[in-house]
Each structure stands twice: as C-alpha cells, then as structure tokens.
C-alpha cells in the first residue's frame, strides 16, 4: 500500500531550524525538521522566555559508527536561539577506522541575532571514529556563545581517552554584508586526538592528555559593551575567585583565555567531567550575560 503523505526531501540525519523575530520583540520558532537519526525537540515557549529554546538530540541516546548528521541554523536579525542537550552525546565503536561518524552544523546569524550553544560534552567509546565542524556565519551586530567539549569516555568500563580517532573543527565567519556573503575568518580552531598516527618518540594520547577527563574550548563574540569589573563589589568577587582557584587546584584544572579578532577564547582541561562543568559553569554564572540575554534554561548543561 502506497502512503498518502508525501516523500520527504531531506536525505537522513539532515535537520533546519530557523528562527524570526516577532512584532512584539520575542523569538519564535519559525521552521524545525528534522531526519533520523537527528532528532529537535522545542519545549511550548512561555511568556517571559529571554529566547527559543530547542533540545539536540539523538535516537537511541548516541551516534552508531557511520551515522551522518547535517544540522543548518538560521537566526534572523534580533532574534535569539539556545541550543541545548539531554546529556552526553555518545559516539559508539565504529567497525573498522574507515568508519566515519559526523556531524556537521552549519549557522547563519543575523544581524542582532543571538546564539547561546551550550551541550552536554560528546563522549567517544572506544574504537570509535568520529568528525565534527560547526561553521558560524556572524553578521554585524551580532552574538554567539559557544561551549565545545569532550570526554576521556566511559570511566565505569575503564576507558580512558580509548577512542581511535576524534576530531573536532570550529570556524567563525564575520559577514559584513546583509546576505552573509564576502565572509571573512576569524577563528579556526581544530582538535584532533588520534590514538593510531603516533610514533613510538611520542607519548601515548592517555598520557598526552595528563590525566585529565575532558578538554574543552569556549567561544564567545559580541558587538555589546560590557560593564568593568570594577563596577561590581570587590568582596564577593575576591571572595569568589579565591574558591574558584582552590577548585581549579583540587580537580587538576588548566586554562587559557585569548582574544582573536573581537573573539574570546577559552581554553580548558579537568580531572573529572564535574570538575569541567562546576568550573565553566560557575564562569558563566558570575559572567552573567548568559542569563540574562537567553534565559536560566540556556545554562541547565553546566550546571
């Protein structure tokens, strides 16, 4: 028997969000789809909500070796989009390294337009394989918070960075044209941990990546002004800074921070996923811009 519905166009793993601007000011969700095995999910907005929220999920609750996911975001000007996860996107054992699983994401803002990216960190199983380039148009005027993240993988099966190959690429693209075209790079930031291409002169990938359980990057750009500092009280920023430095040195915490081309760059490593989340979290909670732009619901996957 022939279904009555129509064939869909989208090839699998292939997903569209786009996003406009309300009259009234408020983001709504103007286009969500999505093919197996990508699945979004967007909760009923509420009045007060600071911008969309929508959840990046997956079947299954991970990515089989050879799984294919292409995810396109288009945030129209002033509008505002968060992106979160249910938890850690699993990458399961792919059958041999020609095996390739990825995701691809490619984002267009707006003019105005916001985007808060804040997941869960992607947790590579052994012998898996695995590819992910996110690309991010930015027009003038416009904001992006960026969290990117990976763990050493299942602790409880005594996997520790047992992966076979990970490689992560982050590109930002300043368009100073209202149709996004006549880009110009930023930021291209690329990770790849590979446990087969290495001599015997160098270190193993476990003991490259010195005891540490996850390694991250944060990446944030803005047009607006920010308060200084020192329009805050000076006690409880003291106070503040003394217990995060107690933690970064009881939980094995390194860090980096640059600024590249209006972009801030943070760079960070921690003996536990926990340590990594309370530490980031508790940056972008006393930060605050985060919370305030896009909402607390921006922020529950570092929390």
């Not at 209006?262 to 003996?271: D, L, P, R, S, T």
């Amino acid at each position: 028997m022939d279904s009555p519905f129509p064939k869909s166009s989208s090839s699998p793993g292939e997903g569209r969000i786009v996003v406009d601007l309300l009259p009234n000011h408020t983001s709504t969700l103007g286009h969500i789809s999505y093919q197996y095995p990508l699945k979004l999910i967007s909760p009923s907005p509420k009045v007060d909500q600071a911008s969309v929220l929508v959840f990046l999920l997956s079947y299954g609750g991970g990515l089989v070796g050879g799984d294919q996911v292409n995810l396109s975001i288009e945030v129209q000007s002033g509008a505002k989009l968060s992106i979160v996860t249910q938890g850690h996107t699993k990458v399961f054992q792919s059958v041999s390294p020609d095996v390739v699983t990825r995701q691809n994401l490619k984002v267009h803002l707006k003019k105005g337009a916001a985007l808060c990216l804040l997941p869960d960190p992607v947790q590579p199983f052994e012998s898996s394989v695995y590819e992910q380039v996110q690309i991010f148009n930015i027009a003038l005027g416009a904001s992006l918070c960026l969290l990117d993240w990976v763990t050493h993988g299942r602790s409880a099966r005594g996997e520790n960075w047992s992966l076979t190959r990970w490689v992560g690429r982050n590109e930002l693209w300043a368009c100073d044209t209202p149709d996004l075209s006549k880009s110009r790079l930023l930021v291209r930031d690329t990770i790849i941990l590979d446990s087969l291409e290495r001599s015997t002169q160098l270190q193993t990938l476990q003991e490259s990546m010195y005891k540490h359980a996850v390694v991250g990057a944060r990446d944030f750009r803005s047009t607006e002004t920010r308060e200084k500092e020192a329009a805050s009280p000076q006690l409880p920023i003291q106070s503040w800074r003394a217990t995060r430095l107690a933690q970064e040195r009881e939980s094995n915490l390194l860090w980096s921070a640059a600024s590249v081309r209006g972009c801030v760059i943070v760079k960070f490593g921690a003996a536990t996923v926990e340590a990594g989340r309370n530490w980031i979290g508790s940056m972008l909670l006393q930060e605050g811009s985060i919370g305030r732009e896009f909402g607390e619901q921006a922020l529950m996957c570092v929390r």
